[in-house]
């Protein structure tokens, strides 16, 4: 196994600040977890009664069909949650609160990168679901069938989302800075019926061409029968006879009265690729009932939630943020979710402050990456807006570093903010580590302590818990209601890759220490996983599009750090004899991983070299390349390596 991706070397902490701030009175005293000792008792009662903590908030959570009768089956790996109960998701996120008080309560509120807006109440809500479920349901979606969405962040792909979770058509959300190729490799490996899309969608002022990039995919996709077309933009698209229609023309004549299906517990809701450390994207399956039950409840808590708390999730719904907290987890708790299509500092960077403004946001989540981007454009943004109707900020997607942390809370909390940072994954559906704002403490860096339900562990390779204040590897050791069930198609790579490493233990990927006071300080990826600006990308997959190109022999990927996303994507490439090692041969490779992958997988550094170095057993030493990339000397054994002169030239190579 590799290293900490990134940093090199072992598993320690880089983070230095040492400040403790407990929850503010204010907020704790209005707070539903209000104490440390409250949020103790809970985490004891669950770990001494698993099923009965989760059966009651299961009971007190979701409105069921018909309920359960068992809590919890677990046959290590797999687990099945809340066996015998019937329930639709789209019903407890959006029928429930459509027919009381809360009929007239925006359910969200969108913002448009040119300026549009829309507000749609849960009664709106409930009638747009419903119509485009039957819309669904005229082209011949039935309850099983996968539906594909590449689609901007309107409130359409939010609609079409529940639509299919009112049909039990299991959705597959492909983020639409994907590329054609990305698109395809997805939609083939889950044998999606309907793709549902659009024009375009507003990016810094831009067209994205989503159409123009479905088209490409779809012709290599048989399984897709129809092609659904949301008009977002005024630009001219071409239309497949018998195979495309506009969402409009459809919807116009749908129906807005659709029964909600009653699925049983374990149903599929939606798969979600995400990169692993092999080539191929994994594809997370998620459950009706143990999803829904992981969202509501951490929402709930973690948001600590009040009935007119406006909050504001910035993740696209491409990424798993974006399904859980901005879309099932607020809904399913009648709250009013804010939805942004565009990029942060579009048209000034300001943006986010003006939407905060306009919208009296009470919550905002969002990613360090971003962070960091705020503090670089500097304070005169956030300064230029009122903020004053915030009260809790939280962070998502990587470690926060304490500078950042700092800043967000003084900046942008006004330093009357509690900052939940929050630790999870695809895979866990729904946060595991992070405070609860009225009850734990805050350390810049630390995601704190586990929820109640959650038991995390920091084990040795072997197995055995380490002591306090070492790193180790980050393990849960007890089955939750949310998380993946399987890999879409693959059970062997699912046990393989998450429950090979501890027997009966869920292994998340990630380092991680815990300190005397039972807080988790998480490190990184220790697998060939990157993450740059919070997301999640694979090396072996940047390598394999990089070797798919004529002039490529060999490629190595590794993160570099990098101040602004976290880490950055280095490649190391030995080209094919007679190719010269040109600029415009890297533009042309970069611009390849692009067309394989997306722009978010565009190495920020390529260097050409002779060799890559290797063991002698012919195994690529990534951990001597990060070093190289990071421009730091390797403190590690190279004795290993075959070639020791192939170290000193990577050194002397230019970067760039
Ligand atoms: O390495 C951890 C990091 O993001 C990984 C999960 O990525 P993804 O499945 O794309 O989900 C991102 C949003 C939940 C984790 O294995 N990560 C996520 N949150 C944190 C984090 N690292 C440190 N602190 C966090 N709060």
């Excluded at 004891?44 to 059966?55: L, N, Q, S, T």
């Excluded at 810094?204 to 008009?231: F, M, Y």
């Excluded at 092999?278 to 009935?307: R, S």
């Excluded at 170290?647 to 002397?652: D, E, F, M, V, W």
């Amino acid at each position: 196994m590799a290293n900490q991706s990134g940093g090199g070397g072992s598993i320690e902490s880089v983070l230095v600040e040492n400040r403790v701030f407990p929850p503010p009175k204010e907020f704790a005293s209005r707070a539903q977890i209000s104490s440390l000792d409250q949020y103790e008792q809970l985490w004891d009662r669950a770990r001494a009664e698993p099923e009965a903590f989760w059966g009651e908030l299961a009971n007190e959570l979701i409105t069921w069909i018909r309920p359960f009768s068992t809590v919890l089956e677990w046959t290590p790996p797999h687990a099945k949650w809340f066996l015998g109960g019937t329930l639709n998701v789209a019903a407890n996120c959006v029928d429930r609160h459509a027919e009381g008080p809360r009929a007239d309560k925006p359910a969200l509120i969108w913002v448009g990168e040119p300026g549009d807006e829309r507000t749609i109440s849960y009664k709106e809500l409930k009638d747009e679901v419903s119509k485009f479920a039957n819309v669904l349901k005229g082209l011949g979606v039935k309850k099983g069938d996968v539906v594909a969405l590449y689609m901007p962040m309107v409130p359409e792909l939010a609609i079409a989302c529940l639509a299919c979770a009112r049909l039990g058509a299991p959705h597959t959300v492909v983020f639409g800075g994907f590329s054609s190729e990305a698109l395809a490799g997805r939609i083939q490996d889950c044998s999606a019926k309907v793709l549902v899309t659009a024009d375009g969608g507003y990016r810094r002022g831009k067209v994205v061409p989503l159409k123009a990039n479905a088209d490409g995919a779809v012709d290599h996709c048989p399984t897709i029968e129809s092609v659904v077309v949301l008009k977002r933009t005024d630009d001219d698209v071409p239309m497949v006879e018998g195979r495309d229609r506009w969402w409009h023309d459809l919807a116009a004549s749908a129906s807005a009265d659709c029964p909600a299906e009653p699925m049983d517990s374990e149903d599929t809701l939606f798969i979600l690729y995400t990169s692993g450390s092999t080539g191929k994207p994994k594809g997370i399956q998620h459950t009706t009932a143990g999803y829904l039950l992981g969202t509501a409840y951490t929402t709930k808590v973690v948001f600590d939630l009040k009935e007119d708390d406006v909050y504001f999730c910035t993740a696209d719904i491409g990424w798993i943020t974006g399904h859980s907290y901005l879309v099932y987890g607020p809904l399913a708790n009648g709250v009013t979710s804010v939805m942004y299509e565009g990029a942060p500092n579009f048209p000034d960077e300001a943006r986010f402050w003006k939407i905060i403004e306009d919208h009296k946001v009470t919550i905002l989540y969002t990613a360090p990456t971003a962070i960091r981007a705020f503090m670089k454009w500097g304070k005169q943004f956030p300064k230029r807006h009122d903020l004053s109707s915030l009260r809790l900020l939280g962070t998502v997607g990587e470690p926060i570093n304490p500078e950042a942390w700092i800043w967000y809370n003084e900046v942008i909390g006004g330093g009357r903010c509690p900052i939940v940072d929050t630790w999870w994954q695809t895979e866990t559906g729904a946060i595991m580590i992070s405070p609860l704002p009225g009850a734990t403490p805050t350390r810049p860096g630390s995601a704190t302590r586990p929820l109640p339900g959650i038991v995390p562990e920091v084990l040795d390779h072997d197995g055995n818990p380490v002591p306090d204040g070492h790193g180790g590897l980050l393990a849960i050791t007890q089955p939750w209601p949310s998380m993946l069930r399987t890999l879409w198609g693959d059970d062997d790579r699912y046990r393989q890759t998450y429950w090979s490493m501890f027997p009966g233990r869920y292994f998340t990927g990630d380092g991680a220490r815990k300190d005397a006071d039972g807080n988790f300080w998480i490190m990184g990826r220790v697998d060939d996983v990157l993450n740059v600006s919070g997301h999640r990308l694979s090396t072996m997959e940047i390598e394999s599009a990089l070797v798919s190109h004529p002039a490529v022999a060999e490629a190595a990927v590794v993160g570099k750090p990098d101040d602004l996303k976290g880490q950055a994507v280095a490649a190391f490439v030995t080209l094919e004899s007679g190719q010269d090692p040109t600029d415009a041969l890297k533009k042309a490779l970069a611009a390849h991983v692009v067309k394989e992958i997306g722009a978010l997988a565009r190495p920020d550094v390529i260097r050409f070299t002779e060799s890559l170095p290797k063991t002698r057993s012919g195994k690529i030493m990534r951990r001597l390349l990060r070093d190289v990339a990071a421009g730091v000397e390797s403190t590690g054994d190279t004795t290993t390596l075959e070639d020791l002169s192939v170290l000193a030239q990577l050194r002397q190579g230019d970067e760039g």
